[in-house]
């Protein structure tokens, strides 16, 4: 499994993007747009805040601090206030430190 991020650029006056066409051609014809696109939709937030606790299984060996700090933050827009993960003796340092 290998993750993919895709990103656009917006304009001064766009808050987000309205619709989302993924292609495999290179380049399209000047004029034309892809065939299929789906509406991107921006949830509505609740007004009152709930604590919300994540646990994930033993972290062990080497983890890429780099992905770490993505995935930490990818919790924290998700709303995430704890995560608790139990740590194995062999866990690397520098990981150890990004939870520090």
């Known amino acids: 499994m290998q993750e993919y991020i895709y990103s656009c650029p917006l304009s001064d006056t766009d808050r987000y993007p309205t619709t989302l066409s993924v292609t495999t051609r290179t380049k399209l014809d000047s004029g ?7 509406p ?3 949830p509505t937030r609740p007004k009152t ?7 994930v ?3 062990y060996k080497h983890i890429e601090p780099v992905r770490l700090i993505e995935w930490l933050e990818f919790q924290r827009m998700l709303g995430v206030s704890l ?4 740590l194995m003796s062999d866990f ?3 990981a150890t430190t990004v939870f520090r």
């Open 32 to 38: 034309s747009s892809p065939a299929t696109s789906m």
């Open 40 to 42: 991107v939709e921006v």
């Open 49 to 55: 805040k709930k604590p919300l606790t994540v646990c």
């Open 57 to 59: 299984h033993v972290a």
């Open 83 to 86: 995560i608790g993960v139990y």
């Open 92 to 94: 690397s340092q520098a």
